[in-house]
């Protein structure tokens, strides 16, 4: 579904600030897999995503979707075949449009020209019964401006924005990290939910060790562009925080976050 051979990527090669975000890296989902991130700050986690959504162009290396080497494809040629949510609330709705006008927006995305532009009864129906699976009340605001809402109703709004497009993969990166204790379980919960049910594949960067182990059937770690630590999704169903924190220790000169660490 989703294979990475050979990607690279370094930024201000040559210079002083050169920076090897990504080195030599392959990574291979099936349909349906569900792998987590994790990695310290540096550790070329967004570039990976940013890799596959066309953010940013490769420097050598392959990805494929489904089959179509999508490293040809530009950004926007590849909003069919990806979807994504950032760690910013803000980044991934539109804060000057109302609740159904995104949820418009978003099922435009990556559509082909033509399709109606606009909120029709019928979507609106739809899109009543999709908020209410967020048991946030937002199937009730349809009208309200996106700016208005929480942080957390705003990233729960953005997963599923990004879920109903059925996209061939889904991007999170750190998307529960700006919200608080009990919103951010909230959208981990629904995460699960609507890859489950929409059988997403689905790469998720996380700092948090227990929701990279709670979510998925995959884990890999990341170090200085490279994979380090890799669970399969039999290795991942024992997997504890303490044994990721080994994991963690054998790299030299690795440094995180000790609050994410007991997340
Ligand atoms: N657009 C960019 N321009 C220049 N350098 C970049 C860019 N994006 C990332 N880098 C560099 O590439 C390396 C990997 O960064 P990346 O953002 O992928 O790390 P990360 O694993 O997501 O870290 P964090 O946990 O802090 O989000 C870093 O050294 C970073 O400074
Ligand atoms: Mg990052």
């Known amino acids: 579904m989703l294979s990475m051979d050979g990607v690279s990527k370094t930024f201000f090669p040559g210079s002083v600030n050169e920076r090897r975000a990504l080195v030599d890296l392959d990574l291979r989902l099936d349909t349906g897999d569900f792998v987590t991130v994790i990695g310290s700050n540096g550790a070329g986690k967004s570039t990976l995503l940013n ?3 066309g953010r940013i162009p490769i420097d050598s290396g392959r990805i494929d979707i489904d089959g179509t080497a999508v490293n040809r494809l530009k950004e ?3 909003a069919r075949y990806v979807g994504r949510v950032f760690q ?6 539109a804060p000057d449009l109302t609740i159904e006008q995104n949820l418009s927006l978003a099922l435009l995305r990556g559509r082909r020209r033509g399709l109606a532009r606009g909120v029709t009864k ?13 048991e946030l009340g937002l199937e009730n605001r349809l009208k309200a401006k996106v700016g208005l809402l929480s ?19 889904l991007l999170l990166d750190e998307h529960t990290a700006a919200l608080d204790p009990q919103r951010a ?5 629904l995460t699960g939910r609507i890859v489950e049910q929409g059988g997403l594949t689905t790469v998720m960067v996380t700092h948090n060790m227990q929701q990279a182990i709670a979510l998925g059937n995959r884990l890999i770690m990341m170090h200085e562009g490279r994979i380090v630590f890799s669970a399969d999704e039999q290795t991942k169903k024992t997997l504890t925080v303490e044994a990721l924190m080994a994991e963690f220790g054998k790299i030299k000169g690795a440094t995180f976050d000790d609050r994410a660490m007991l997340g």
């Open 122 to 134: 019928k979507r609106r129906v739809r899109f009543a019964d999709e908020l209410a699976t967020l």
């Open 185 to 189: 379980a909230l959208v981990t919960t």
């Open 88 to 93: 910013d609330p803000m980044a991934g709705t």
């Open 151 to 169: 942080g957390g109703q705003r990233q729960a709004l953005s997963l599923l924005m990004a879920g109903f497009t059925h996209p061939r993969v």
């Open 51 to 53: 890799a596959v959504a």
């Open 76 to 78: 926007h040629r590849r």
